[in-house]
């Protein structure tokens, strides 16, 4: 696991920004995978001053969709990747995959047919979900339909009219599915984030964390910045903007 802590957002954002171009650039980077939420916005909005041919050729998987939205809802998932990621950089909407309530094991299936996962995006919630595999989901899910945390929904609440209005269930890839992708990198930005960040890093590898599915996964690179770094042990928050390896000792 590598961890590296950034004075700011834009900051951790610009250097992920980078590194994410120059894989796609050098022939590593087909299928990326998208969150949505706030949290990834400044990523997106970096990597759109790079846009490229070899972004616009990106295949985009999303890593979640709400249930029951109708199409074309502004807050439903597949609007939000299409307007802030499909948009800013030349994606067709074609290229752009995400999980059917109705199927959801055809997801994991259209993974696999595409070659699996190159990089994965995540963010992570305030109760340490990942996707919208909720504390409690099993570290062997996969694609599925589930209902959403109260926590979650009134998260969530910001992007609607009312809490009433957020959707109860979600189609989200599972923790075994986002394990499958052959890189993770991580985004916190807050001191809202920094409980989740230091248990899915430094605490018990547990189901009731889902986060800490990602101690297992062999190339997982957290991007946070100071106020999500705040709980993390001091080894691990020193050299601002420098990698820290975490150690089997940590
Ligand atoms: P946020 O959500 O980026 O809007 O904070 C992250 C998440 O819930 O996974």
């Known amino acids: 696991m590598r961890i590296t802590v950034h004075p700011s957002s834009r900051e951790a954002a610009s250097s992920a920004a980078e590194e994410l171009v120059a894989q796609a650039a050098g022939g590593g980077l087909h299928v990326l995978g998208v969150a949505t939420g706030s949290t990834p916005q400044p990523l997106y909005r970096e990597l759109a001053k790079h846009r490229t041919p070899g972004l616009a050729d990106l295949t985009l998987f999303a890593l979640d969709e709400y249930v029951g939205l109708p ?19 030349g994606i067709s909407p074609s290229r752009i995959h995400l999980p059917d309530p109705v199927a959801p094991g055809a997801y994991d299936a259209a993974i696999a047919a595409h070659g699996g996962i190159d990089v994965q995006i995540l963010g992570i919630g305030q109760n340490g979900h990942i996707g919208f595999n909720e504390p409690g989901s099993g570290f062997h899910s996969l694609t599925r339909v589930t209902p959403l945390d109260a926590s979650t929904r009134a998260a969530n609440a910001r992007f609607f009219d009312s809490i009433e209005d957020v959707p109860t269930h979600a ?17 916190a ?8 960040v230091a248990a899915a890093i430094s605490g018990p590898r547990t189901e009731q964390m889902p986060a800490s599915a990602l101690q297992d996964h062999p190339d997982v690179s957290w991007v946070i910045d100071e106020d999500a770094a705040s709980l993390l042990p001091p080894a691990l928050r020193s050299n601002l903007g420098r990698a820290v390896e975490l150690g089997a000792s940590l």
């Open 71 to 89: 199409e074309g809802h502004p807050q439903s998932y597949r609007s939000v990747i299409e307007r802030d990621v499909g948009e800013p950089l």
């Open 171 to 187: 189609v989200t890839q599972g923790i075994a599915t986002i394990l499958s992708a052959r890189r993770i990198v991580v985004f």
């Open 189 to 196: 930005f807050g001191r809202a984030k920094a409980d989740a």
